[in-house]
């Protein structure tokens, strides 16, 4: 399987193919977008994308690890995680292989 990436520019070159922005205002509304959802994100909120998922922000208790190396205990301190939970309609296409666009 190969591991490629989508990156924000390639994202921005499909806002500008499908909407029909300029290149410059494609980049500045992705931006936009994923700005306003690190801001919710940070704030605590949850953001939910019909047909894509959710993003929420989960917090985690102290609790204590162990080293795999040496096998000594060490305390992991309490913090913040970001979760994702594909909706059913994202989740139906993976498992049914179904995309609109791979490239091989």
Known sequence: ??????????LS?????????????SA??????LNE???A?????SVKISSFGSFAV???GQRIGR????????????????VFRPSQLLRSRINNGHADSVEP
């Open 67 to 82: 080293n795999p190396k040496t096998g000594e205990e060490v305390p992991i301190l309490p913090r913040r995680v970001l």
């Open 1 to 10: 399987m190969a591991a490629n990436t989508i990156t924000r520019a390639q």
């Open 41 to 45: 994100l940070a704030r605590g909120e």
């Open 28 to 33: 500045d509304l992705l931006e936009l977008v």
């Open 37 to 39: 959802i690190s801001d």
């Open 58 to 60: 989960r917090s985690k």
């Open 13 to 25: 070159e499909a806002v500008y193919q499908e909407v029909g922005l300029s290149r410059n205002e």
